[in-house]
């Protein structure tokens, strides 16, 4: 009982000293190699490393003073469950004016390339699957439009596009059902519920996704291939992150 208290304790103590009264950035970033990606990238040690029940966060300016303002590096959890949970943990506890989600995707073939950077327009929850009634009506209840504060300035050679999400990477076999039956060119396992909690508290949400991979009727170079996506993944993070700090 003693350390749940302490832990409370600092966790209260910590979130007061660092996140009140000015709000904070806060970076989702999701998968465990783009996390991975991101602690390099930005040269995270231990030593500044915190706790949160989904993963580790840490403050920017404590590993790179090249940030303009407060930005917290955020590890929310990779598919629906843990990427919505511990985003409404990030809204609650790191007092956020804006939070940005920044990861890979897979990108349809011939409506992206490789290494380009969607910047999310609408996102879906495409694995719904209603038996009773209509899946379209439930998926379109979870669609989340973006809409992107006007004082925002992003790199104007990024893609406006939908992405969807699902508990699975893409099926060869669906691309163009999908890719027609929503308009998307990316998908990945997050954005949607990062973008549903974010709207549900009235936050402004950036979701940034590199394509990590092209997946076509005859599938991906991802997969069954751990190690292409680890280096993709690398490239798609470094490339990300520059855009983070052009941008804020």
């Known amino acids: 009982m003693k350390k749940i208290f302490l832990s409370i304790l600092f966790l209260f103590l910590f979130v007061f000293n660092h996140c009140s009264p000015e709000k904070n950035i806060v970076i989702i970033v999701s998968a465990n190699a783009e996390w991975n990606s991101v602690k390099n990238i ?3 040690n ?6 949160s029940p989904y993963g580790e966060f840490f403050f920017a300016d404590n590993s ?66 209603e038996r009773m009634y209509d899946s379209q009506s439930a998926i379109h209840h979870y669609k989340t439009e973006m809409k992107l504060d ?8 990024l893609i406006h596009a939908n992405i969807i999400s699902a508990d699975q990477d893409l099926d060869p076999s669906q691309i163009d059902t999908l890719s027609n039956l929503y308009d998307a060119s990316a998908a990945d396992w997050e954005s949607a519920s990062i973008a549903r909690v ?9 979701i940034l996704r590199g394509i990590s991979d092209i997946v076509s009727s005859k599938g991906s170079i ?16 470094q490339k990300l992150i520059s855009v983070i700090k052009n941008s804020f």
């Open 222 to 237: 991802t997969y069954n291939n751990k190690k292409a996506f680890e280096k993709n993944t690398d490239i798609v993070m």
């Open 46 to 51: 231990s030593d500044i490393l915190k706790q």
């Open 198 to 206: 974010c709207s549900k508290n009235d936050i402004q949400v950036i």
């Open 42 to 44: 930005v040269k995270a």
């Open 150 to 157: 006007p004082s925002i300035r992003l790199p104007k050679n």
């Open 64 to 129: 790179d003073s090249s940030f303009k303002e407060n930005v917290i590096f955020f590890h929310g959890g990779w598919g629906k469950i843990d990427s919505a949970a511990s985003t409404q943990w990030a809204i609650s506890n790191l007092n956020p004016k804006l939070i940005i989600n920044i990861g890979t995707a897979g990108g349809f073939d011939k409506k992206v390339r490789m290494f380009d950077v969607i910047l999310a327009k609408n996102a879906f929850v495409y694995d719904i699957i």
